[in-house]
């Protein structure tokens, strides 16, 4: 039967967690002389805040999974799936709520790559109903020979990030509105005195439009001005 790994454990083992894992990823070809060091490095990745998943070359074989993962995935990782069916069981979509192609999903862009990629716009749709944004980072393993053994995929929730931006576009938005129709205007010069911005509905007052006036020199626009040339000097 399928195993399911949870929180960096699979359950309905009858080893050990940290055994069995460890066994996986010594066949990632850790050195066996390193495999002392194995429940330490498991250690580590399981209190990282990032997920981490592990899968076989070519066919996308499940090898391991962190703590972080389930809980950014709303599920545990699943070793009966394979690479181009990672989308539909996994609920990765777009952030358009469209699925995912397969074709751009980490692992398979790092294994025909043979680099390691960052992928955006990935999308988790729980099974709870709540959407995670995450950026997907995909390494490839290699062998003596250069052949790619394994795949790892690390993940980051950027929900706060995706948050930050919407909230950054609705307030420009909101400026932009203030600026079209309040009786105000927003000017900026760089150190030489060139406008570099020139907006809002108050221009016309003036006799200009918005953006008219960038570029332009504020020693000529107000010439004959002496205060306003030189808070600008």
Same mark, same amino acid.
């Not at 066949?27 to 250690?43: D, F, K, Q, R, Y």
């Not at 490839?140 to 052949?147: I, Y």
């Not at 079209?180 to 010069?189: D, E, K, M, R, S």
């Given at each position: 039967?399928?195993?399911?790994?949870?929180?960096?454990?699979?359950?309905?083992?009858?080893?050990?967690? %940290?055994?069995?894992?460890?066994?996986?990823?010594?066949?990632?070809?850790?050195?066996?002389?390193?495999?002392?060091?194995?429940?330490?490095?498991?250690?580590?990745?399981?209190?990282?805040?990032?997920? +981490?998943?592990?899968?076989?070359?070519?066919?996308?074989?499940?090898?391991?999974?962190?703590?972080?993962?389930?809980?950014?995935?709303?599920?545990?990782?699943?070793?009966?799936?394979?690479?181009?069916?990672?989308?539909?069981?996994?609920?990765?979509?777009?952030?358009?709520?469209?699925?995912?192609? =397969?074709?751009?999903?980490?692992? *398979?862009?790092?294994?025909?790559?043979?680099?390691?990629?960052?992928?955006?716009?990935?999308?988790?749709?729980?099974?709870?109903?709540?959407? *995670?944004?995450?950026?997907?980072?995909?390494?490839?393993?290699?062998?003596?020979?250069?052949?790619?053994?394994?795949? *790892?995929?690390?993940?980051?929730?950027?929900?706060? =990030? %995706? =948050?930050?931006?919407?909230?950054?576009? %609705?307030?420009?938005?909101?400026?932009?509105?203030?600026?079209?129709?309040?009786?105000?205007?927003?000017?900026?010069?760089?150190?030489?005195? +060139? +406008?570099? *911005?020139?907006?809002?509905?108050?221009?016309?007052?003036?006799?200009?439009?918005?953006?008219?006036?960038?570029?332009?020199?504020? +020693?000529?626009?107000?010439?004959?001005?002496?205060? %306003?040339?030189?808070?600008?000097?």
């Amino acid at each position: 039967r399928a195993w399911r790994h949870e929180a960096g454990h699979e359950v309905g083992a009858r080893r050990g967690p %940290v055994r069995r894992v460890a066994r996986r990823v010594a066949l990632c070809g850790v050195p066996s002389s390193g495999t002392a060091e194995l429940p330490l490095l498991l250690s580590i990745l399981e209190e990282l805040p990032i997920g +981490v998943w592990v899968a076989r070359a070519p066919d996308g074989e499940f090898v391991y999974a962190n703590r972080a993962f389930g809980a950014i995935m709303g599920m545990g990782a699943r070793d009966d799936v394979r690479a181009g069916g990672y989308a539909p069981v996994y609920h990765i979509e777009d952030r358009a709520g469209r699925p995912f192609p =397969e074709e751009r999903l980490p692992f *398979v862009q790092a294994l025909q790559r043979r680099e390691t990629i960052i992928v955006e716009g990935i999308v988790i749709a729980r099974e709870d109903g709540t959407r *995670v944004p995450v950026r997907a980072f995909g390494k490839p393993l290699f062998d003596d020979a250069g052949a790619v053994t394994h795949v *790892v995929v690390a993940f980051r929730d950027i929900s706060a =990030e %995706v =948050e930050a931006e919407a909230a950054s576009v %609705v307030a420009k938005h909101k400026l932009q509105t203030a600026l079209q129709h309040a009786p105000i205007i927003l000017f900026a010069t760089d150190v030489a005195g +060139v +406008v570099t *911005v020139s907006e809002g509905a108050g221009l016309k007052a003036m006799g200009y439009e918005s953006g008219e006036l960038v570029g332009q020199s504020t +020693v000529k626009l107000f010439e004959g001005n002496a205060k %306003v040339i030189e808070n600008h000097m």
